[in-house]
């Protein structure tokens, strides 16, 4: 499996007859009025799939990682790839604090222990809150 797209919107939409989606309001910098802050995002992964992996579960986690290389993990979504291309929406962020981050994907076989990592990376600004 392969992640070749990554964004973070605040909405999107699906055509259903086209299987067309639509990402609006990309998301690149933030001022919430305080924090920690759990952004209403969506961040989007789109996937090619190895013949092998198809119809196999799998698991997928968004890594926040800040500028000191600390790093924040969702919680583990499970997919179950049909065909050679596999679209996944994962709702809500966390950001701790102000400062600059990069939102990854990492997804593993179900059982296994690695992650694997994808190279695509999200940026995203965390401004300080307005007083």
């Given at each position: 499996?392969r992640?070749?797209?990554?964004?973070?919107?605040?909405?999107?939409?699906?055509?259903?007859?086209?299987n067309?989606?639509?990402?609006?309001?990309?998301?690149?910098?933030?001022?919430?009025?305080?924090?920690?802050v759990?952004?209403?995002?969506?961040?989007?992964?789109f996937?090619?799939?190895?013949h092998?992996?198809?119809k196999v579960?799998?698991?997928?986690?968004?890594?926040?990682?800040?500028?000191?290389?600390?790093?924040f993990f969702?919680?583990?979504?499970?997919?179950?790839?049909?065909?050679?291309?596999h679209?996944v929406?994962m709702?809500?962020?966390?950001?701790?604090?102000?400062?600059?981050y990069?939102?990854?994907?990492?997804?593993?076989?179900?059982?296994h222990?690695?992650?694997?990592?994808?190279?695509?990376?999200?940026?995203l600004?965390?401004?300080?809150?307005?007083?």
């Open positions: 499996m992640c070749f797209l990554l964004a973070v919107s605040q909405a999107s939409t699906l055509d259903r007859y086209t067309n989606f639509s990402l609006f309001f990309l998301l690149e910098e933030l001022t919430p009025s305080a924090y920690p759990r952004l209403q995002a969506q961040t989007h992964a996937f090619e799939v190895d092998d992996e198809r579960e799998h698991e997928v986690r968004l890594v926040v990682a800040s500028q000191d290389k600390d790093e969702s919680d583990a979504l499970t997919i179950e790839p049909a065909s050679e291309r679209r929406r709702n809500g962020l966390v950001i701790p604090n102000p400062g600059a990069r939102v990854l994907m990492e997804w593993r076989r179900k059982g222990d690695a992650w694997i990592r994808g190279e695509l990376e999200w940026p600004k965390a401004n300080s809150p307005l007083q």
